[in-house]
T-cell receptor
Framework: SQKIEQNSEALNIQEGKTATLTCNYT??????LQWYRQDPGRGPVFLLL?????KEKRKERLKVTFDTTLKQSLFHITASQPADSATYLC??????????FGAGTRLFVKA | DAGVIQSPRHEVTEMGQEVTLRCKPI?????LFWYRQTMMRGLELLIY????????DSGMPEDRFSAKMPNASFSTLKIQPSEPRDSAVYFC?????????????FGPGTRLTVL
């Protein structure tokens, strides 16, 4: 079955730097991949979707890449701010309406 | 739009009691998902509905869990009898399914504690 691996260790970076989070999957390449943000005590919030035929997608300070050869997606936040501190979840399509989520990576941006 | 609404926000109950969680999806959405989140297992899909019909309930842990969606604006997740290991945050999410897309909108969650 499809498995998603996200770095379980928290990522600590300095304000203004670029944060890079990794999402690896093990089996077939999904039709699309999504990234969500989750703040403590709240539900996940959708950020970006990238399809299998897209290499890169941008939205404001966010950039997502999708490499089906490496079975990997990278999520970048440029010019990071303390307000970007949260847990970021990667989610994969498994066909139909169903997606599976990774465990998430916690990001801390220090002022 | 108010977003996905869940109730209650917090529930504390004793082992063996019945628990019912409620969800109102975003109006116009035709898919609804129930998830459970714990530190150990992360966010797990329990069941999802499309046009009020259960499509995949393979994530439902066991027969003690059941879910219904009697109409497009309401769904329930019931645990009977509840056990301490059911303690978790339960999220409901909805989406409008478009081909090649499945952005999900999550509710605030119900934090369940079973003593």
């Amino acid at each position: 079955s499809q498995k998603i691996e996200q770095n379980s260790e928290a990522l600590n970076i300095q304000e203004g730097k670029t944060a890079t989070l990794t999402c690896n999957y093990t089996n077939y390449s999904p039709a699309y991949l999504q990234w969500y943000r989750q703040d403590p005590g709240r539900g996940p919030v959708f950020l970006l979707l990238i399809r299998e035929n897209e290499k890169e997608k941008r939205k404001e300070r966010l950039k997502v890449t999708f490499d089906t050869t490496l079975k990997q997606s990278l999520f970048h936040i440029t010019a990071s701010q303390p307000a970007d501190s949260a847990t970021y979840l990667c989610a994969l399509d498994t066909g139909g309406f169903k997606t599976i989520f990774g465990a998430g990576t916690r990001l801390f941006v220090k002022a | 739009d108010a977003g996905v609404i869940q109730s209650p926000r917090h529930e504390v109950t004793e082992m063996g009691q019945e628990v019912t969680l409620r969800c109102k999806p975003i109006s116009g959405h035709n898919s609804l998902f129930w998830y459970r989140q714990t530190m150990m297992r992360g966010l797990e899909l329990l069941i999802y509905f499309n046009n009020n019909v259960p499509i995949d309930d393979s994530g439902m842990p066991e027969d003690r869990f059941s879910a219904k969606m009697p109409n497009a604006s309401f769904s329930t997740l019931k645990i009977q009898p509840s056990e301490p290991r059911d303690s978790a945050v339960y999220f409901c999410a909805s989406s409008f399914d478009r081909q090649g897309d499945n952005e999900q909108f999550f509710g605030p969650g119900t934090r369940l504690t079973v003593l």
